[in-house]
T-cell receptor, first 114, second 114 residues
């Protein structure tokens, strides 16, 4: 079983719709992250969370919001989707409590906004 | 603002060739540099480097960090078609709220032809 799961894996939505991407992890890690990946731009950080009560903006948070419902769950919302939010979205986790910098990635969600 | 630049952006080689991928960085209070391999899905961890001049090796892959000149290289010897992937470099800061937050480069697309 995958340690970091994302749902849905693929989604096509229309401009203006609200959409939520969900991430769950069974690794017991405390930190969780949301990234988007666009061709030629690598991975860019949208939001990250140290624990349930601590959420921080990344470099490209405009147009997105997040919720850390539990240590194992971190969801990303697009309040009103626009076409330039079409991208591959990754959730990741890390184990800060154990002093680890390595991040473990979920399989990704391919989002298309038409 | 932290900056990570990878070169080349893409590379096409034949099986058996040796390749060198480059990653240069500018980051305040550097802690570590990480290399990831991304095939069709999620990035998977390859190496983490924290000390200058110490080579990390895993099979045909090796990496080294130069903290004075602010760069790292990833070498792949005797390339195989299974090495075809995007290789991502990321840096991590030490301390404070940035602990554990990675800044990624744009990636190098490696294609290995039979």
């Amino acid at each position: 079983d995958a340690d970091v799961t994302q749902t849905p894996r693929n989604r096509i939505t229309k401009t203006g719709k609200r959409i939520m991407l969900e991430c769950s992890q069974t690794k017991g890690h405390d930190r969780m992250y949301w990234y988007r990946q666009d061709p030629g731009l690598g991975l860019r950080l949208i939001y990250y969370s140290f624990d349930v009560k601590d959420i921080n903006k990344g470099e490209i948070s405009d147009g997105y919001s997040v919720s850390r419902q539990a240590q194992a769950k971190f969801s990303l919302s697009l309040e009103s989707a626009i076409p330039n939010q079409t991208a591959l979205y990754f959730c990741a986790t890390s184990n800060y409590r154990q002093g680890s910098y390595e991040q473990y990635f979920g399989p990704g969600t391919r989002l298309t906004v038409t | 603002e932290d900056k990570v630049v990878q070169s080349p952006l893409s590379l096409v080689v034949h099986e058996g060739d040796t390749v060198t991928l480059n990653c240069s960085y500018e980051v305040t209070n550097f802690r570590s540099l990480l290399w990831y391999k991304q095939e069709k899905k999620a990035p998977t961890f390859l190496f983490m480097l924290t000390s200058s001049g110490i080579e990390k090796k895993s099979g045909r892959l090796s990496s080294i960090l130069d903290k004075k000149e602010l760069f790292s290289i990833l070498n792949i010897t005797a390339t195989q078609t299974g090495d075809s992937a995007v290789y991502l470099c990321a840096v991590n800061r030490a301390g404070g709220t940035s602990y554990g937050k990675l800044t990624f480069g744009q990636g190098t697309i490696l294609t290995v032809h039979p």
